[in-house]
């Protein structure tokens, strides 16, 4: 009997144990195991980050350390979803689903996205040599992109979609910042210069991301806004940019950094120094 009962609780029971009360059209068992399984390669990416960090003076390791956090924040949220927790239960505008009803909103997943995708585009501002300021703009934009969608997510009536709105004109803006003030400022990199190839491959990295974040705004669309897909396919969707954005993407910059010049970029950390005192010389 014990052995039975063993058999039966094996398996996924994330949305058994933590069931989606109060939401009519939400996770199955089905989408729990995808969580699963995008947590699995963004842990494992974690976890290759902190060991190719191991291979890198400590003084260099600027992108890994951004790059560590944005893969464990990452991790975290997709822990998070896969266990169908941190979600609310919002009332739809539409009802192409189940006729409408409590659709299951993960307010996780832009938790995730708003500590992990600054990283990235601090990862992406520095590569080209962008200045301080500029940099935290960029990240700052991209924030604003992610909160756009937060709260559109969570509203339930049409003025959903101002907030859409609002988050794609900032992600136009962390678009300029990519496209045009970063491949401005890579090209003046002498290091750079002295390998071509490495601005070839920034080019197809800038394309890369440009393109996968333009299309959350679509999925947005239709999952938390339009309600035309369940959200074990909006968890689909969603996991799929993530596994490029960050696995592959933000992977592809770590390891082009190490061609560059850290110090040159003014990334790196001078090694301590002791500054002899001067004497004093004695009154007359």
């Known amino acids: 009997m014990s052995a039975q ?32 399984t995008v947590f699995s390669v963004m842990a494992a990416t974690t976890l290759g980050y902190v060991v190719l960090m191991a291979f890198v ?16 924040f990452s991790s ?49 501002s520095f590569f080209a040599g962008v200045d301080w300021v ?12 992610i909160i756009g969608g937060l709260v559109g997510a969570v509203v339930s009536t049409t003025y959903k979609w101002g907030y859409w709105t609002i988050g794609v004109a900032a992600w136009c803006l962390v678009v300029y910042q ?21 601005r070839t491959w920034y080019r197809l990295i800038i394309g890369g991301v440009v393109f996968i974040y333009s299309l959350y705004p679509i999925c947005w669309g239709l999952s938390e806004g339009g309600n035309v897909i369940t959200p074990t396919s909006e968890g689909v969707f969603y996991g799929v940019l993530d596994l490029i954005a960050l696995p592959i993407l933000n992977t ?33």
Do not use: C
Not at 13 to 36: F, K, R
Not at 178 to 198: A, C, D, G
Not at 259 to 265: A, G, N, R, S, V
């Open 5 to 36: 009962l063993l058999y039966a609780r094996s398996g996924n029971e994330a949305v058994e144990i933590n069931p989606s009360t109060g939401a009519t059209i939400a996770l199955v068992t089905s989408g729990s195991d995808w969580y699963w």
């Open 57 to 72: 003076p400590r003084r260099e390791r600027f992108f890994h350390y951004l790059s560590v956090g944005a893969a464990l």
């Open 76 to 124: 975290i949220a997709y822990f998070t979803m896969a266990s169908n927790l941190g979600w609310a239960a919002v009332e739809t505008e539409f009802g192409h689903q189940q006729g409408g009803g409590e659709r299951q909103v993960f307010y996780a997943r832009y938790i995730g996205w708003f500590m992990s995708a600054p990283l990235i585009m601090l990862n992406l």
């Open 134 to 145: 500029t940099a935290l703009f960029t990240a700052m934009a991209v924030n604003v992109y």
């Open 178 to 198: 990519l496209v045009w003030v970063s491949m401005r400022s890579l090209n003046e990199l002498t290091s750079v210069t002295v390998e071509p190839k490495i």
């Open 252 to 284: 592809a910059v770590l390891l082009a950094s190490r061609k560059l010049d850290i110090e040159e970029l003014g990334l790196g950390i001078p090694a301590a120094r002791t500054e002899s005192v001067p004497e004093k010389t004695p009154v007359a």
